[in-house]
Structure formats: C-alpha cells, structure tokens
C-alpha cells in the first residue's frame, strides 16, 4: 500500500477502487465536489503505480489483487485513515468481496455504493440473470448451456458464445454452426450460447438513490465499442426503454448508485435485455454530460441533503466520441 501524494484535509473522502484508466468518473466527482463548494478529497487503489487515474487521485494507493486474502484489510485500513466516507467501485473484479464485506465498511463510517450479495450474484453469473428476466416477464436473449445447444436438432443460427462469468466482451464469440460451436466452446471457459439478437444495441444508466428508489435513466445508443466498452454513443430518450429499465432494477432490487443495464431493441421492436452490470458503466461520461449528474447526485446524497432529480432530466441526442489521452511521469 502506498501513497502517491501528500494528505489532503477533507470534509468528505472519496474512495475509487480499481481505479484503472477511469479518469472521466474521477474529474467528473471532482467537478460535481466543486459545484457542491464541497471539501472532498478523492482517493484511488489499484495495483500497479502505472494506473491513469491513479496518478491523477489526491492520493493513490497500492494494494493487493482483489481476490487476496488482505485487500478487505487494506481498504479498511485506507478509509480509517483518510475519513473516507463514500467508496465507489469501478468494475466487476471486487463487487462480490465489498457486498460480502458491506458492513464492516458501514461500521468504519463508510457508504459503499454496491448491491447486496445476491443481487451481485445474479448480475455475475449469466445464467442467473437470464433465469431472473425469464421468470419476471422481462423479454430475454434465449439463453442455455453449451450442452443442451448441442443436444437440439436444430438451432437457429448463428448464435452468441461467451463465458457465463465473463466481463468487458473477453471470449465473446459468433457461431454459424455446429462445427463453429464446437471449436469456439472448447476455447471459451464457461462458455454458455445465447440466441443471436438483430437489432440496435443500448446500454442504460440507471441511478438508484441512497433510500433505493430508481431516479433517472438514461438510454445510450452504442454506435461503436472497443475492448467490451461503448467508445461512440448517443443519448435517446426513449421512454419505453427507460420505463421498463426501471422496472427491471426495481424488481432486482438494485443499488444504490448507478447500475447499467444493456439491451437490444430489437427490428420489431422488442426490448430484450441480455446484462446487467451493478456498478458504474464504461460509457457513464456521455449521460453525465447529458445532464444526468450521477456524481453531483451521490455527494449530495452523502453529504445528508436530497438533490432535486427529474427521470427524464437529461438532454437528448447528445453523442460521445471518446479519445485516448496521456497522463506523464517522471522517470524515477
């Protein structure tokens, strides 16, 4: 563990963990703190010192790989130390730990913005969320083990592979037939087959407040995506999307914080919803610049005041084109 820069006095410390290259999320709080005339001090972990974001932190720290045995004791350790209030993650890797480890965190005067155990459980394992869509009415990509795909006569094709624990589109795979599906499932670990869907693809921000009340969503169109992470996206502000995301989060029981959801609608216009991810998205920037200020809204919320939220209060159409950027350090 490790501190890149000196203590900063605060009235609110913000933890980021996994913090990566989610420079967009880090000075989007930043600029919502300063909106808030807010004291806050934003505080990262990751891994390696070679972590963007890391470096752009009020303080960053150095901890152990997420399934170690000692990264619940570290971060406890960082947010007694730093009167971290707030911890946010920022990927999958360590959402079921913090659900698990949930109170601890509360005990230490910390409110971590992740889901319950099982909620986290359904979103992980895609066999899980396909059984809960199915079973609450909600319309789904036909989902079934590699197994029972090669056990049917017939199959419509092409079909969808990919890891039932997977993340970020790794061992994602389009099969045309059966050859296909056998070479692909032998390479794929985990592997399950999802009917192949045509359509448009859309991921929602869903924004659940701290009394687990959805608030706001907001559609975003994936124009292009690279590495499983929408790099071109456009805001639309369909209703009938964002209602029944809505539903679908409350029926989960999700949150607090923001939950993304992706879905297709589909050429005859079906919403078919195929994940859901319960943290902050990749392409969260484009609905916070729409106006849906997720950030603004969680300072608040943890500061004990109620922000005025519309569901809809958002711009329409906005699109995002993203860019890589530097971050440049001293040779040491």
């Known amino acids: 563990m490790k501190k890149r820069k000196s203590k900063t006095e605060n009235n609110l410390g913000v933890l980021f963990t996994c913090i990566g290259r989610r420079v967009s999320l880090l000075e989007s709080f930043r600029r919502a703190a300063n909106q808030l005339k ?11 010192d070679l972590s963007s974001a890391l470096q752009l932190c009020d303080e960053g720290f150095l901890v152990e790989p997420t399934t170690h ?9 960082i947010v007694k130390a730093n009167r971290v209030k707030l911890l ?3 990927v999958d890797l360590d959402l079921k730990v913090l659900a698990r480890n949930k109170p601890k965190f509360t005990a230490a005067g910390c409110r971590v913005l992740v889901s319950t155990p099982q909620v986290v459980d359904i979103c992980q394992d895609k066999r899980k969320t396909y059984q809960f869509l199915a079973k609450n009415g909600f319309d789904t990509a036909l989902t079934m083990s590699v197994r029972s795909a090669l056990s049917k006569k017939k199959l419509n094709w092409p079909c969808f592979l990919k ?27 985990n592997a399950i087959c999802q009917e192949f869907i045509e359509g448009t693809e859309y991921s929602c921000d869903v924004y659940i407040d701290f009394g687990m009340k959805v608030r706001c969503v907001v559609p975003r169109r994936r124009i292009e995506v690279r590495a499983g992470e929408v790099s071109k996206g456009q805001i639309v502000k369909n209703p009938r999307i964002m209602s029944e995301a809505a539903m679908l989060v409350e029926t989960l029981g999700a949150g607090p914080g923001v939950i993304t959801l992706q879905l297709f609608l589909t050429d005859d216009d079906r919403v078919k919803f195929i994940e859901i991810n319960p943290r902050f998205g990749g392409g969260a920037p484009l609905s916070i610049k729409a106006g849906a200020n997720f950030p603004k809204w969680i300072l608040q919320e943890a500061s004990g005041k109620k922000p005025n939220i519309r569901f809809d209060g958002f711009k329409d159409d906005l699109i995002m084109l993203r860019y890589d950027s530097e971050v440049w350090l001293k040779n040491p």
Do not use: E, H
């Open 38 to 48: 807010i004291n806050a001090a934003f505080f990262g972990t990751d891994t390696t």
């Open 69 to 77: 045995p000692g990264y619940i004791g570290q971060l406890l350790s």
């Open 88 to 90: 946010v993650p920022t």
């Open 163 to 189: 890891p039932w624990d997977g993340y970020a589109g790794r061992g994602n795979a389009v099969v045309n037939n059966r050859r296909d599906l056998l070479f692909y499932a032998k390479r794929i670990p």
